[in-house]
């Protein structure tokens, strides 16, 4: 059964940092495109940013455009994102998901494959 399992969310101050990391098992890594998702309370799912199998290319939410940096690692079957100059508004679990496709990565049902989720709590 394919796992994905987040980690590094915690509570920062506003202006922070936090890199978080999403470690994959029992799925071909390089064939699957990255993606992190979020969502704060009482809020949709919203898209944060996506990265294909090769790591060379990527898309971000506008929200986060700057902020926000998705890598992957194939040798570990990690992606991470480095989140700088955090904002309250950033406050939200955040998930990593999987995609067999890589398109329309901002739709959260091209993702056949969720973790369970971080929590990522900024205090102003």
């Known amino acids: 059964q394919v796992q994905l399992v987040e980690s590094g969310g915690g509570l920062v101050q506003a202006g922070g940092s936090l890199r978080l990391s999403c470690a994959a098992s029992?799925?071909?890594?390089?064939?699957?495109?990255m993606g992190w998702f979020r969502q704060a309370p009482g809020k949709a799912r919203e898209f944060v940013a996506a990265?294909?199998?090769?790591?060379?290319?990527?898309i971000y939410a506008d929200s986060v455009k700057g902020r926000f940096t998705i890598s992957r690692d194939k040798a570990n079957n990690t992606v991470s994102l480095q989140m700088n100059s955090l904002k309250p508004e950033d406050t939200a679990v955040y998930y990593c998901?999987?995609?067999?496709?890589?398109?329309?990565?901002?739709?959260?049902?091209?993702?056949?494959?969720w973790g369970q989720g971080t929590q990522v709590t900024v205090s102003s």
């Open positions: 990265i294909n199998w090769s790591g060379g290319s990527t």
């Open positions: 998901a999987a995609s067999a496709r890589w398109g329309s990565m901002t739709n959260q049902y091209q993702y056949g494959y």
């Open positions: 029992r799925l071909t890594f390089s064939n699957y495109a």
